[in-house]
């Protein structure tokens, strides 16, 4: 005899006692639940009342103690790396943590998947994450707010065309000193206040002049210096790595030869990926059909 298919209300119930038990089996320390909206988080969070269980929301969500990530629509596995990234930022989990996540399809108010994640080991060479030497940096801050802009860069586009371009945060001097404007630069001759990346009509100027070549120059508070630069760094002795071309390659070349983060939009894919130090500490993809509608 063919079993009942459980409801929904059951089947989350299911997912959410495994996530538990499994978080307790194992000695993690976070249950992360990625939510869509702020009313199904506070009363999931009112029904548990666990300060280990922690709701994952995007941007826009407001929710006391819950995680706020990016709001565009990020596969899983992005989801959960930048969640991450926040997480440690805002204090609530460690680099070095063990942390079980529940989440399901984005858009989707259910779950459907459970993963357990080792913070201090790196992930495949498929979905690279080793961001602790990011999240050392002064910069952090000003790097998770770039990932944000290079994230709505590669999901969206701009005008309905793919786009690729190029952050540096950090060490500005140096990376102006090895690297040499490509077209003219729209910044130059404005106040350092009005050139900070907190300003919304400067979010708005970098995605716009992504279009242009040449790469972006950020100092460590966050302050744009340059757009259009050449990155004069060299490559040749870097690790070739499938699928890169020569915006990847400046990237790592840049990142290696300065103490700066470098963070590429792919123009064919929109995945974001971070260098440091000449090295993949990271890769973020958001869901190309947003890109094709």
């Known amino acids: 005899m063919q079993k009942e298919k459980p409801s929904q209300e059951d089947e989350a119930l299911s997912i959410v006692e495994a996530a538990i038990a499994l978080r307790q089996r194992l000695g993690c320390g976070k249950v992360f639940f990625f939510f869509h909206r702020a009313p199904a988080a506070r009363r999931f969070l009112e029904d548990h009342h666990d300060p280990d269980l922690i709701a994952v929301l995007p941007q826009g969500e407001e929710l006391a103690g819950s995680i706020s990530a990016w709001a565009g629509n990020q596969s899983r596995f992005s989801r959960i790396k930048y969640a991450f990234m926040r997480g440690v930022i805002e204090g609530v989990i460690t680099p070095e943590d063990r942390v079980v996540c529940v989440l399901g399809p984005w858009g989707k108010e259910r779950f459907d998947t459970i993963t357990v994640h080792d913070l201090s080991l790196s992930w495949s060479d498929e979905f690279p994450f080793d961001p602790r030497p990011i999240m050392s940096k002064p910069s952090f801050s000003t790097i998770m707010a770039v990932i944000d802009i290079a994230l709505d860069i590669g999901a969206l586009g701009r005008e309905g ?37 907190n300003r919304p009509e400067v979010v708005e100027s970098l995605k716009e002049l992504a279009k242009i070549d040449g790469a972006f120059v950020i100092t460590a508070e966050g302050t744009v210096e340059a757009a259009g630069r050449h990155l004069d760094a060299h490559a040749g002795h870097l690790e070739q790595r499938k699928g890169f071309g020569s915006r990847h390659r400046s990237a790592a070349a840049i990142s290696k030869e300065c103490d700066c983060v470098a963070i590429v939009v792919s123009e064919s894919t929109g995945r974001v990926t971070l260098f440091e130090d000449g090295k993949i500490r990271g890769s973020l993809e958001p869901v190309i059909s947003r890109r094709l509608e």
């Open 161 to 197: 065309k793919s786009v690729g371009t190029i952050f540096t945060v950090g060490d500005s001097q140096t990376v102006l000193a090895k690297s040499h404007q490509a077209v003219f630069n729209p910044f130059q001759g404005y106040p350092a206040q009005e050139r900070r990346i």
